[in-house]
């Protein structure tokens, strides 16, 4: 498994958690890095994702204001802070490494994938 995704949990809504993805295979600063997540019956989705160097990030618009997304290419970690989480938030999480200098929201772009940590979103 190239990338390994944690922090996942239990959480009332309006509450926070802070995923990592995190690699001792990869040299994340050659790869952008992006969060999709994936409700039950429902299409895996592009939540956010950081350029390789962090100065570019972007953003699913429901998540924008709540999550950040953050590298630091010398520990080869990529976190989502999750703020004010929503029941809708509830999914899977995924993170995922494209060899490229540009994001992309479409899962058929990347190269590797964690191996999921579920997020609960309690109402």
């Known amino acids: 498994v190239q990338l390994q995704a944690s922090g996942g949990g239990l959480v009332q809504a309006g509450g926070s958690l802070r995923l990592s993805c995190a690699s001792s295979?990869?040299?994340?600063?050659?790869?952008?890095i992006s969060w999709f997540r994936q409700a039950p019956g429902k299409e895996r989705e592009f939540v956010a994702g950081?350029?390789?160097?962090?100065?570019?990030?972007y953003y699913k618009d429901s998540v924008k204001g709540r999550f950040t997304i953050s590298r630091d290419n010398a520990e080869n970690t990529v976190f989502l802070q999750m703020n004010n989480l929503k029941p809708e938030d509830t999914a899977v999480y995924y993170c995922a490494a494209r060899l490229s200098t540009v994001i992309t929201t479409g899962p058929r772009g990347y190269d590797f994938w964690g191996q999921g940590t579920q997020v609960t979103v309690s109402s």
């Open positions: 295979v990869l040299t994340f600063s050659n790869y952008c």
């Open positions: 950081i350029n390789r160097s962090g100065d570019n990030t």
